[in-house]
């Protein structure tokens, strides 16, 4: 498709259980964002990739989250041992390059929910 | 680190009313500006953007946004609202000169229309 695409749209996960999120960015794109938005919050930044290389990571929340891209183009966020303030969307973004005048183009988010 | 607030949560307006959606930023050097539209199941787009220049910036569907620098303030209006203007609006924040789209988003504000 033309657009960022994630998978899966909804999840559903028993807490202590982990879960991969899936991010196939628009073809080309070298640069990928993660970013987690709670209910009724903004999107808070998580990690950002250029190419296969990670460059921030600040913002994982701990150490149960995890970001690959090992190719360049898709990319997948593990949560090991979810726990329920895991709960929340999480947004993949991806841009032609890195600089201001690249636009973001969002995906539809995966929204993850633990029980 | 800089941060964006969004005073409003909810608005709701009848059409053709005027809107204007609060935004602003903490931050101690220079701004690229940002307002993002998510319109109910469709995922995040960019309404416009400020970088430098005429403070006054003009963006899809009629949207403008005002940059007072002393204010540190980016308020987002409409003249005339329509009923398809119903959706959650978000302010977001990068600095100049950093990983240029890398963006910290505001709480966001969700505008319903009434027709």
């Known amino acids: 498709g033309a657009g960022v695409s994630q998978s899966p749209r909804y999840k559903v996960a028993k807490r202590g259980q982990d879960v991969a999120l899936r991010c196939d960015p628009i073809s080309g794109h070298v640069s990928l964002f993660w970013y987690q938005q709670a209910l009724g919050q903004g999107p808070e930044f998580l990690t950002y990739?250029?190419?296969?290389?990670?460059?921030?990571k600040s913002g994982l929340p701990s150490d149960r989250f995890f970001a690959e891209r090992p190719e360049g183009s898709v990319s997948t966020l593990k949560i090991q041992r979810t726990q329920q303030e895991d709960s929340a969307v999480y947004l993949c973004?991806?841009?032609?390059?890195?600089?201001?005048?690249?636009?973001?183009?969002f995906g539809n988010g995966t929204r993850l929910t633990v029980t | 680190a800089q941060s964006v607030s969004q005073h409003n949560h909810h608005v709701i307006l009848s059409e053709a009313a005027s809107l204007e959606l609060g935004c602003n930023y903490s931050?101690?050097?220079?701004?690229?500006l940002f307002w993002y539209v998510q319109y109910p199941g469709q995922h995040l787009q960019l309404l416009l953007k400020y970088f430098s220049g005429d403070p006054l910036v003009k963006g899809i569907k009629g949207f403008e946004a005002e940059f007072i620098k002393s204010k540190f303030s980016f308020n987002l209006r409409k003249p005339s609202v329509q009923w398809s203007d119903t959706a959650e609006y978000f302010c977001a924040v990068t600095p100049s000169g950093g990983a240029g789209n890398m963006l910290t988003f505001g709480g966001g504000t969700r505008l319903m229309v009434k027709p």
């Open positions: 973004a991806s841009s032609p390059g890195g600089g201001r005048d690249s636009p973001l183009h």
């Open positions: 931050y101690g050097g220079t701004v690229n």
């Open positions: 990739f250029q190419n296969e290389a990670q460059l921030d």
